[in-house]
């Protein structure tokens, strides 16, 4: 009887259908994709078209990146191919530099049209420049639904397009009237599902928003006195599954969380941070733990505050709220401020067992070495990634070493590192240039198994 024909032969390539390279492809991060380029294969065709689904234009910058720019806008603009695989446009123009960039809008504006895909758009730059940008998309029939815009002076008023099937809207600023921006988030009322704002000047603007068709909330501002923004959200937010609230905090909140302790029953990630507060709420934290406490579905949580010391006695931050964590049994990311009142090595053992990413700020002067030589004992198992926040540090290779030698990344404030072993057995840290930390963190988080570290950047839309 004949044995039946293999379907990969000793020293062959598989005889795959392009179909099926795709689908082994789709399972690969970026960093594997690039490699796949070189390769003389139907895979090279396949990782070009799934790599350039993402365009990153960069104005104005450095020499070697605006030629990188120039040099994709050239190809959208002559090649139609090409062009028809972007799926999402990310433009950044650095800082708050006045230099005019007509050249480049004006290349950008010849783009625009080639890219008959497109569906997301992040801008960030000054907003007399995202303006023209803004304007240029308007006048293009696409249907977007996704839109990221962080104007970096913050100050003027935007003229939005009449967009109204935006499903992912971002906006992050520091001044500005709400007007403009309350107006389009009405116009997008029913459809839009992912939400962030970020204005520490702004309150939650709870009429122009539909918060019964969100999935994801991000909000940073103000809540005044008489603020029931904290109601609202959890009374009507019964389809939230990820939640963040970063908040100056004018009114008492904790009456609002007991009210509705059992709401958000989809929640997967939450942040609750104080930037800020001028209020005595003892109970507010005490009310946060009431309501997290049971969560077995809850994937990520952030807790912090400007002072523990002030917290503990004016917000009731204390061993109340680390003693839910145990029951939060499917927990995989957690970043937090210490509380005052518990131990280093008790607060370790606490963490549940399942966890790979921890990120603690510190806000009082500590022993850096002494400190992360308690926490060692009771780190979660699976730990992957740690983030050092407002801790004194002259040698991070002795820290990492010292506290947490088996983790493949660190971030210490604003900085990243892989954390890798010599010949030798000696650990090392390679620092993160700074392109890949300040645009592309979640991809390589990502490829180190890291990928629920930290919160989804907005301009990484789903």
């Given at each position: 009887?004949?044995?039946?024909?293999?379907?990969?032969?000793?020293?062959?390539?598989?005889?795959?259908?392009?179909?099926?390279?795709?689908?082994?492809?789709?399972?690969?991060?970026?960093?594997?994709?690039?490699?796949?380029?070189?390769?003389?294969?139907?895979?090279?065709?396949?990782?070009?078209?799934?790599?350039?689904?993402?365009?990153?234009?960069?104005?104005?910058?450095?020499?070697?990146?605006?030629?990188?720019?120039?040099?994709?806008?050239?190809?959208?603009?002559?090649?139609?191919?090409?062009?028809?695989?972007?799926?999402?446009?990310?433009?950044?123009?650095?800082?708050?530099?006045?230099?005019?960039?007509?050249?480049?809008?004006?290349?950008?504006?010849?783009?625009?049209?080639?890219?008959?895909?497109?569906?997301?758009?992040?801008?960030?730059?000054?907003?007399?420049?995202?303006?023209?940008?803004?304007?240029?998309?308007?006048?293009?029939?696409?249907?977007?639904?996704?839109?990221?815009?962080?104007?970096?002076?913050?100050?003027?008023?935007?003229?939005?397009?009449?967009?109204?099937?935006?499903?992912?809207?971002?906006?992050?600023?520091?001044?500005?009237?709400?007007?403009?921006?309350?107006?389009?988030?009405?116009?997008?009322?029913?459809?839009?599902?992912?939400?962030?704002?970020?204005?520490?000047?702004?309150?939650?603007?709870?009429?122009?928003?539909?918060?019964?068709?969100?999935?994801?909330?991000d909000f940073q501002g103000t809540f005044p006195a008489d603020s029931r923004a904290f109601a609202e959200i959890l009374a009507n937010?019964?389809?939230?599954?990820?939640?963040?609230?970063?908040?100056?905090?004018?009114?008492?909140?904790?009456?609002?969380?007991?009210?509705?302790?059992?709401?958000?029953?989809?929640?997967?990630?939450?942040?609750?941070?104080?930037?800020?507060?001028?209020?005595?709420?003892?109970?507010?934290?005490?009310?946060?733990?009431?309501?997290?406490?049971?969560?077995?579905?809850?994937?990520?949580?952030?807790?912090?505050?400007?002072?523990?010391?002030?917290?503990?006695?004016?917000?009731?931050?204390?061993?109340?709220?680390?003693?839910?964590?145990?029951?939060?049994?499917?927990?995989?990311?957690?970043?937090?401020?210490?509380?005052?009142?518990?131990?280093?090595?008790?607060?370790?053992?606490?963490?549940?067992?399942?966890?790979?990413?921890?990120?603690?700020?510190?806000?009082?002067?500590?022993?850096?070495?002494?400190?992360?030589?308690?926490?060692?004992?009771?780190?979660?198992?699976?730990?992957?990634?740690?983030?050092?926040?407002?801790?004194?540090?002259?040698?991070?290779?002795?820290?990492?070493?010292?506290?947490?030698?088996?983790?493949?990344?660190?971030?210490?404030?604003?900085?990243?590192?892989?954390?890798?072993?010599?010949?030798?057995?000696?650990?090392?840290?390679?620092?993160?240039?700074?392109?890949?930390?300040?645009?592309?963190?979640?991809?390589?988080?990502?490829?180190?198994?890291?990928?629920?570290?930290?919160?989804?950047?907005?301009?990484?839309?789903?």
């Amino acid at each position: 009887m004949p044995h039946p024909k293999q379907l990969v032969q000793p020293r062959t390539t598989p005889g795959f259908s392009t179909e099926i390279w795709r689908e082994i492809v789709l399972w690969l991060p970026p960093r594997d994709l690039k490699s796949l380029l070189q390769v003389p294969h139907v895979l090279s065709r396949i990782a070009s078209e799934l790599l350039f689904q993402r365009i990153d234009i960069h104005l104005a910058s450095e020499k070697r990146e605006s030629q990188r720019s120039a040099d994709i806008l050239t190809r959208i603009i002559t090649d139609a191919s090409f062009a028809g695989h972007v799926k999402t446009l990310r433009v950044f123009v650095p800082g708050r530099e006045t230099f005019p960039i007509t050249f480049q809008t004006g290349m950008l504006s010849n783009a625009l049209p080639k890219l008959t895909n497109l569906r997301h758009v992040h801008c960030s730059m000054r907003w007399k420049d995202m303006y023209t940008v803004l304007r240029i998309l308007e006048t293009i029939s696409h249907r977007l639904t996704g839109l990221s815009l962080m104007p970096s002076d913050g100050t003027g008023e935007l003229r939005f397009p009449r967009f109204k099937h935006i499903m992912q809207f971002s906006y992050h600023s520091t001044g500005g009237a709400t007007t403009q921006v309350y107006d389009f988030l009405v116009q997008n009322k029913t459809s839009i599902r992912h939400l962030s704002l970020h204005n520490p000047n702004w309150s939650f603007p709870t009429e122009a928003v539909s918060i019964r068709h969100l999935t994801t909330l991000d909000f940073q501002g103000t809540f005044p006195a008489d603020s029931r923004a904290f109601a609202e959200i959890l009374a009507n937010g019964h389809q939230l599954e990820s939640l963040r609230l970063e908040c100056i905090l004018e009114c008492t909140a904790s009456k609002q969380f007991r009210e509705f302790a059992d709401a958000l029953p989809f929640l997967h990630h939450f942040a609750f941070s104080l930037m800020g507060y001028r209020v005595n709420d003892h109970d507010l934290f005490p009310a946060i733990a009431e309501f997290l406490k049971g969560r077995t579905s809850l994937r990520s949580l952030q807790l912090t505050v400007p002072s523990a010391d002030w917290a503990l006695k004016r917000l009731g931050y204390d061993a109340t709220v680390w003693g839910v964590l145990p029951s939060l049994t499917s927990l995989r990311s957690l970043t937090a401020t210490l509380p005052k009142d518990v131990a280093a090595a008790v607060a370790m053992w606490l963490v549940p067992r399942g966890v790979h990413a921890l990120s603690l700020q510190a806000l009082t002067p500590v022993n850096t070495i002494e400190f992360v030589s308690q926490l060692r004992a009771g780190l979660p198992p699976p730990l992957k990634y740690i983030g050092l926040r407002n801790f004194h540090i002259e040698d991070a290779t002795a820290v990492i070493e010292q506290g947490f030698p088996m983790v493949r990344v660190a971030r210490i404030d604003d900085e990243y590192y892989t954390v890798a072993r010599a010949a030798g057995g000696q650990l090392q840290l390679e620092e993160w240039p700074k392109g890949r930390t300040q645009y592309n963190a979640r991809d390589w988080l990502e490829c180190y198994g890291c990928s629920e570290a930290e919160w989804r950047d907005p301009t990484q839309f789903l």
